[in-house]
Nanobody, 124 residues
Framework: QVQLVESGGGLVQAGGSLRLSCAASGRTFSSGVMGWFRQAPGKEREFVAA????????LYADSVKGRFTISRDNAKNTVYLQMNSLKPEDTAVYYCAATMFYTLVVYTTGYDYWGQGTQVTVSS
């Protein structure tokens, strides 16, 4: 059974930083794609960032470029999201996602496995 478990969420002031982690078990995603999405209250789930396993190529949403950095440790089957210069509009539940396919995609339907989510709240 595949499981994705997120950690690292919390409450932070605007301008602060948080680092999210997502550990996968039950399947290795070293040649696939792992990513992050987020969902704010009353809004649809949106793409944040993704990273390809075979070459580490990242992809970011325009709203987080220059502030967030995605990385992964294939040996640990884990993906990270370093979030800097956080803004109140970054407040959301952040979800980890993974797929065995190697194509970077921004759609939720492109991912087969999902974590339960971790809350990130940025106060002004």
């Amino acid at each position: 059974q595949v499981q994705l478990v997120e950690s690292g969420g919390g409450l932070v002031q605007a301008g602060g930083s948080l680092r999210l982690s997502c550990a996968a078990s039950g399947r290795t995603f070293s040649s696939g794609v792992m990513g992050w999405f987020r969902q704010a209250p009353g809004k649809e789930r949106e793409f944040v960032a993704a990273i390809r396993g075979n070459d580490g190529r990242p992809l970011y949403a325009d709203s987080v470029k220059g502030r967030f950095t995605i990385s992964r440790d294939n040996a640990k089957n884990t993906v990270y999201l370093q979030m800097n210069s956080l803004k109140p509009e970054d407040t959301a539940v952040y979800y980890c996602a993974a797929t065995m396919f190697y194509t970077l995609v921004v759609y939720t339907t492109g991912y087969d496995y999902w974590g339960q989510g971790t809350q990130v709240t940025v106060s002004s």
